[in-house]
C-alpha cells in the first residue's frame, strides 16, 4: 500500500521566494497542502494546522499528537528558506525547545539523518506538505511518548 | 496574486472542516461487543461474518422467506439468509410461534397457503379416486400422519368434500352411498356364511354393523364374516332335531356345525338355545334320558354286585366313564368300567381283615418306638390279594381299579383302628395308679395307729367315702370304655347299673368291691383289688414299695408345708393349728382329714399317742376350745401362742 508521502501531489517548480516563479511555486504548495490536508481528513488522522503569511515565507500553526488518549498540542512554525527548495524547510517547535536533545537550538527538530538525504534526492518535487508529512509526522511519533514517558510534557503543558 | 489569496483561504477553510470520524474495523467489533455485553443488545451474525442482524430483522426475513416458498426446510435457509442453521432454527420457531399461518414441523417451516395448495391437491385426487388413504397422503407429502390428519379435517367442508372413515381413510359421501348400497344388496341375497372380502375393508365392519342394527339386513358379523339369520335358523333347527330324537346332544356334532371352538361358549349357547337337559362330560343330554340310564344301572345292580358298563349295560356312545358317576346311586362306586355295589366293596375289605388289624398293632409298637410313618397297606399289595382271591372272577382292569377305590379306604381303617388302640392305651393312665397308692399309704397309717388308737371308724368312715368311692368310680369307668361303651362318668347312683353291663367275671370282682366299701373297711378294699387285679384288664397295680411311700408322704409334708406358710402370712388361727399338726404326725398319719372339728379332736388325739402330750398339744387344744371366742385378750394370747408355735416349727 502506498503511504500518505506518496500520494500527496509531486511539485514542478523549482523556484524559491526570491526567485520570479516563486508565486508558482506557491500555488503548487497550496495545493500539495490542500490535497494532503484533504486526505488526512478522509482517514480522520488531520494533525496540524498552519497559515502563511501573505508572502507564503513565513508559516505558523498548531500540530498535535495523541497519546493515550490525551492530546498534546504544540505551536509550530517555520520558514521557507532563501535556497529552497534545495535547501529543507526548518520545522520549529518552540515549546519543546531545550526539552530534547533531538533538537537543535531555537526548537528545530534535527532532520539530519532520516530526512535530509530523501529531500536532497526528491527535490526540487517534495515541498511543505512532504516536509510536514515526512519529517515532523514521523518525529512526532518517534519522540513524543519518549518525552510522555520520561516526564518533560505533561498533558497540560 | 488573487489566485495565491484563493489557494490560503482554500487552504485555511480546508483545515477548519471538520474530519470524518474514522473507525477501523477492530474498533467497530470492540464496540459492538461492548453494546451486547453492556446494553443487552441482540444480534445474530452471518455466516460470512460481514454483516449484524437483529433477531427482529432474520424473522421478518425467515418470514418472507417461508410465505414465498410456502414450505421451505431450514436446512435450504442459511444459503438464502446468509445465517447459521442454528440461529435459523433458533428464530423459525419464534416466528412459527408469533405467525398464525406459518407453521414449524418436523424441521421445516409451512405456511398456511401451502396448507391450502395442498388441501386443494388432495381434494383433486379425491374426486377422482373416491377414497384415498391417509398413509398415502403422508407418504406423498412426507408429513407426519397425525399432523397432516389435523390440517385435512380443518379443510374438510372449505377445501376439502369427504370424511374420514375407520382406518384413516378419507372418503367422499357419494362413494360412501355407493359402497352401502352395493354391500346391503349384497347381504341380503346371502344364504350362508360369507367373507366379506371384495369390498372396502375399511368401510365394511361399520357399515355392516349399521345395517344390522337398523334391521336392513337379518344376521351377524364377526371377524370378517357375515352369517345370515335363515343359515342360523336352519342349523338351530337341525340340532334341536337331533335332540329331540336321540335325547342327547354330542358336543362335537354341535362345535362343528355351529363353527363353536370353546366348549364354555358352546354349553352357554346350548343353555340358551336348546335348554331341558344336562351337561355330560362330552355332551348334552335330556334330563328323562339319564333317569333312564339310571333306571338301568340300579335294576343291573340289583341283579349282580359288580356290572361292567361296556358288556353287561347297553349304553349311548356319548356317555364317557367320567359321567358314570353321575348315573350311580350312593354308595355304588365306579371302577373303571365297572360299577359296584356296597356289598362287593365290603366283600373286598373283608379279604384285607386281618391285615388292617395286623398294621395297626404294627403302627402302635412302631409309634413307641418312636418311628413315624402313615400306616397304611402298598396298592400293588392290595392289588395282589384281589388277584390271588379271584375277586369277583373280575379282569385285571376291574381290580386294579378297584384298588385304586380300596387303597383309600382301608388307610382309614388302619388309622381308625390304630387311634382306638390308642385310646384304650390311655386308659391305664398314671392318675388311678397313684390314687390307690395313696390309698394303701393311708391304710398302712390306720395299721400302724389301730396298736395305740382305737377310734379309728370315722377315720375309715371317711376314707371310703372320699378316695375308695373315687378309686372305684374310676376303675368301673375305665372298665366300660375297655368293653366299648365309651367314655361315661361314673357317680354313686348309676354306678349298680354300669356294673351290670360289664362281663360276669367282672361283675362278679367288682360286686365284691362295692360290698367291702358298703362295710366302710377300705383296707379290705384295698386286699380283695390286689387280689383280684390279674383278672382286671387295662388297670395294674401291686402293693406299694418303701419307695413310693416316701414320695407319697413326702409330697404330702411339702403340699403342707406350703399351706401353713400361707396360713402363717395371713394369721388364720384356727388353719394354722390345723396345718400344723397335720404336718407333726405326717410321718405317721397320711390321712387327709377335712378342717372340721370332729377331725381336729382325732387329730390332737393322735399327736397325743404319738408324738406326746406336749405343750404343743396343750397349746392347741386351748385354741381348738377358744378360736370361736371373740374376747380380744383371748386374742392377743392365742397370738402369743402362735408365734411361739411359728418359732417352734421353724426351728
Redesign the interface.
Known sequence: MESAGDRIPLLTVNAGPRDPNWADRLREEYAALIRYIEMSQAEDNDWFLIEPDDSGIHWRGKCWYIHELVKYEFNLEFEIPATYPATPIELVLPELDGKTHKMYRGGKICLDIHFAPLWSRKQPSYGIAHALCLALGPWLAAEIPVLIDQGVITANS | ?E???R??A???Q??Q?Q?????TDRNIVEIVNKLVGNYSLELVFTLSGKEYLTPKRLEQEIEQEVKKHGRINLIDMPGILNVGVEQIEKHAIIVADKTSDVEFINGQLIANNYLDMIAQEINETLEETGQLPLSDLTYKYSLPMQYLKDRIEARIGTIIYGHFKQNNVLFTDVYVQRHLAKLRGFLRGCEKPTELKNFDQSLVPNQVKDLISNKEIAGSYQNGTFTPSVYLDNIKKEIEDFFALNSYLPYDFVKKIMNITSTPALKNWINKEIGGGIHLENSYAKSEFIEKLRGEVKEALEQHSLINVNTDLNLPTCIEQEDLESLVEEGNTVAGYYICNENCIKKALDLFKNKISLTAEETKSNAKGKKSGTPTIPKQEILNTLAKARFQNADEEFLESLSEILYPKISRLIVEQFEQRSQTADLDSPSIVQEINYLMVCCKSLGGLSKKYTNLKPLKAHLTKTIVNKVFNQLLEIQLKNQGFGSISVNSNNRQAMIERLPEYLREILNKLVAKMSSKDPEGFIAELLDNIKDIPVVSVKQVDKKTERLITHKIKQDLKSRLDECLNENKYGEIVYFAMKLKIANFFAIDVPFEDWALRILTEIYEVTIGNDEAVQCFRFIIDNFKNEDPEMHERIENMLRDIRSQLSG
Open positions: 496574486m489566485e495565491l489569496k489557494l490560503k482554500q487552504l485555511m480546508v483545515q472542516k474530519s470524518a470520524n474514522r473507525l
